[in-house]
């Protein structure tokens, strides 16, 4: 009898193929599973390229983008709800300076990961754009070993393999290119096998419609592009919104913090005046006038408790903001406030037409809407494209190797190739012609939004100037009102004392006094608040300046700066009433 060793061919060479193809997959296996970092950095390493190359050309500078967070180098399944529960019950005590704040901000806010996620997300689908114009690469192979267990028959090994390339032309055409090989063997002892491998190249390249810029994928690329620009000025814009956001929940919670300090003093006040009543009831006060200094010491008291209470209230908003858990005890650096108080009003000395003109031209939300207007005009031209005769440009050639084992060896003269055009003529473009008048509604709807945004530009500049003015005035006002408060307080208290005046004359003044002390501070930080909005407005603001909410954003703006004085010493006439409503 034959040992059936002999009709599995030699066992020690198939048996080290086998162990070869086992450990070569193995290793592929492992290869596979042990690069998601290595692909992952890749990517990034792209998409911040694209992110600073469009950062350099559109704002002429660039700054170190990335979306890590402390959870980024940990495995997603390791974070488990536990842990972020324990991780926001985390007690820690903070000061905070005003830069402090916005570094913070900037490091743990949620609001800002999801902004430079966004513009990741944006530069990613300009990568995905451009691969497609990268000569893409496609690799497949199969193997195949078959026997019979009786021996009876012979055994066989096939196996294919094949390899194409894709390249997108910048013309609007796809060049494509494959090579493939097929292998068939009785590995029983019979010499018999053969053996093919082919080239084939084809080319498709459109003529009429869809050619150059006006192809689909073509520009696909081009919005991708133009998206990046936009999301790179939209996060720009963020920035300055975002830190100015934060300042001014910051100035909020200092002038509450203020607030709570006036109350608290006009509230021991009002009790040591109810103090002095009650001693002197006995023969100078009137029971009347002691009930009404109490009645004055609850109130006070009562608006003290409702101060500290929207204090605490502000502060946790604010700690949602910085990221920060809620347990954390947050306390602000008031030297802020008295730093904006000794500057005082910076002046802003603008006329409106200039900075609305300056405004088209800095404001990155009005260059993002100038640019969508520009491609709501292309997609009018890419529909109309559509309505033409579609011409198609197809090549193609492959050639075999030579028959029956030698499969290496090419034969040019037994090439096949060809070429030819395809006509597709516009005998039914009813749905290009619908979609046509459609991108012209959408053009005319868009020229439509283009001078809604100007109006609005121009609103706001005309609404910031007026609202600084307002400011400025009621800054004055409350200024005077405080000190003609204080002296009518000292009066009053004197005149009391004399017997010359009732106790509600003494409870009025002080009334006058603790509203206007919280009434100056608040107009203080609402004019800063509204000077800087205005500059964020017209495009003028750079958070990126130390200190940069007592710095002058219009030095270096504007092509000069006419000279004012200061703001505070200025004082305009009240105007009547028909000087506004008549032309």
């Known amino acids: 009898m034959q040992d059936s060793r002999v009709h599995n061919g030699n066992p020690a060479r198939k048996g080290a193929g086998m162990r070869l193809g086992f450990f070569a997959l193995a290793a592929l296996l492992f290869w596979g599973g042990c690069t998601a970092k290595y692909h992952r950095q890749a990517a990034d390493k792209e998409v911040y390229r694209y992110i600073h190359q469009t950062q350099q050309r559109v704002l002429k500078k660039t700054n170190d983008f990335n979306i890590n967070t402390p959870w980024s180098s ?12 324990d991780s926001r019950l985390e007690t820690n005590r903070l000061t905070l300076s005003v830069q402090e704040a916005l570094d913070l901000a900037v490091k743990n806010s949620r609001e800002y990961q999801d902004q430079k996620e966004s513009l990741y997300s944006s530069a990613l689908a300009l990568a995905r754009e451009r691969y497609k114009y990268q000569p ?9 070993l078959r026997r019979r267990s009786d021996g009876t028959k012979d055994g066989t090994l096939s ?5 194409n390339m894709s390249q997108l032309l910048a013309s609007g055409g796809r060049l494509g290119l494959t090579l493939a090989n097929d292998l068939f063997r009785y590995y029983t002892g019979d010499p018999r096998k053969s053996a093919v491998s082919s080239v084939s190249v084809n080319l498709v390249q459109p003529l009429f419609q869809a050619f150059g810029n006006n192809n689909d994928a073509i520009e696909s690329l081009t919005q991708a592009e133009r998206n990046l620009v936009y ?3 939209n996060f720009s814009q963020f920035q300055e919104q975002f830190a100015l956001n934060i300042l001014n929940d910051y100035f909020n919670i200092l002038a509450q913090k203020d607030a709570v300090r006036n109350n608290y003093a006009n509230y021991l006040s009002r009790v040591a005046q109810t103090q002095r009543l009650e001693a002197r009831a006995v023969d100078r006060q009137t029971r009347t006038e002691v009930d009404q200094a109490k009645q004055a010491e609850l109130s006070a008291k009562n608006s003290y408790i409702n101060a500290v209470a929207r204090y605490q209230t502000l502060l946790d908003s604010f700690k949602i903001r910085l990221g920060l858990p809620l347990s954390t005890k947050l306390y602000l650096d008031d030297k802020a406030l008295e730093e904006i108080a000794q ?6 000395t603008l006329d409106p037409e200039e900075a609305y003109r300056l405004a088209t031209q800095r404001h990155l939300p009005t260059l ?3 640019d969508r207007f520009q491609d709501v005009q292309r997609r009018v031209r890419l529909a109309r494209d559509k309505l033409k005769p579609n011409l198609t440009f197809i090549a193609d050639a ?7 084992t030698d499969w290496t060896r090419f034969d040019a003269r037994q ?5 030819g055009l395809e006509l597709d003529l516009p005998l039914d473009r009813k749905n290009q012609r619908f979609a046509y008048r459609e991108a012209l509604i959408a053009f005319e709807a868009q020229i439509r939004s283009l001078t809604l945004t100007f109006d609005n530009l121009r609103n706001n500049i005309e609404n910031g100037l007026r609202t600084i003015e307002q400011q400025r005035q009621t800054y004055l006002i409350q200024k005077k009102a405080v000190e003609l408060a204080k002296v009518r307080v000292e009066s009053t208290t004197m005149n009391l004392q004399a017997g010359n005046v009732a106790v509600r004359d003494v409870l009025e003044a002080q009334d006058a006094l603790i509203a206007a002390q919280n009434q100056l501070t608040l107009a203080l930080v609402s004019y800063q608040q509204a000077r800087l909005r205005l500059m964020l407005d017209i495009g003028a603001l750079d958070t990126s300046r130390e200190k940069f909410w007592i710095q002058d954003h219009l030095v270096g703006f504007l092509p000069k700066v006419p000279e004012a004085g200061p703001a505070e010493t200025e004082d305009k006439p009240v105007l009547p009433p028909d000087d506004y409503f008549n032309q």
């Open 159 to 163: 196996a294919s393999s094949g390899m």
């Open 74 to 85: 940990r495995k997603p399944e390791s974070v488990q709800p536990p842990e972020l529960i």
């Open 231 to 233: 999301a790179v000025r």
């Open 398 to 404: 492959s050639l075999e190797s030579e028959r029956p």
């Open 343 to 348: 500057v005082g009003l910076i002046p802003v």
């Open 415 to 419: 090439a096949s190739a060809g070429v």
């Open 368 to 370: 993002n809407a100038i």
């Open 136 to 144: 893409r690469l496609f690799a497949s192979g199969e193997w195949a």
